[in-house]
């Protein structure tokens, strides 16, 4: 069973800038895309980031030139830098094994706790 454990989450001004980390264990990751969500409170959780096996790239147009995702395959972790944080982007979020249908990107696997980010002043 894969097990997903995200960290890194905190309490950041605007304009800063925090990089979460999520470790996978279980899994077949050094094969499988992997993707970052975010939940904001009452909101429903939304696509962010993935990144292929090989290391390509796709963001969702919010985080754009902001957000950079990538990952370890020898230590099966993924990462995601945030800069330049707004407000809105305060959430809790995830990371999980992800698989591209249509233009979309489904979480395969059982969500961990995440990581809970807070852009404050």
């Known amino acids: 069973q894969v097990q997903l454990v995200e960290s890194g989450g905190g309490l950041v001004q605007p304009g800063g800038s925090l990089r979460l980390s999520c470790s996978a264990s279980?899994?077949?990751?050094?094969?499988?895309?992997m993707g970052w969500y975010r939940q904001p409170p009452g909101k429903q959780r939304e696509w962010v980031a993935a990144?292929?096996?090989?290391?390509?790239?796709n963001y969702a147009d919010s985080v754009k030139g902001r957000f950079t995702i990538s990952r370890d395959n020898a230590k099966n972790t993924v990462y995601l830098l945030m800069n330049n944080l707004k407000p809105e982007e305060t959430a809790v979020y995830y990371c999980?094994?992800?698989?591209?249908?249509?233009?979309?990107?489904?979480?395969?696997?059982?969500w961990g706790k995440g990581t809970l980010v807070t852009v404050s002043s």
């Open positions: 999980n094994e992800v698989l591209r249908v249509a233009g979309d990107y489904y979480g395969m696997e059982s």
């Open positions: 990144i292929t096996s090989a290391g390509t790239t």
């Open positions: 279980g899994s077949m990751f050094s094969i499988n895309a």
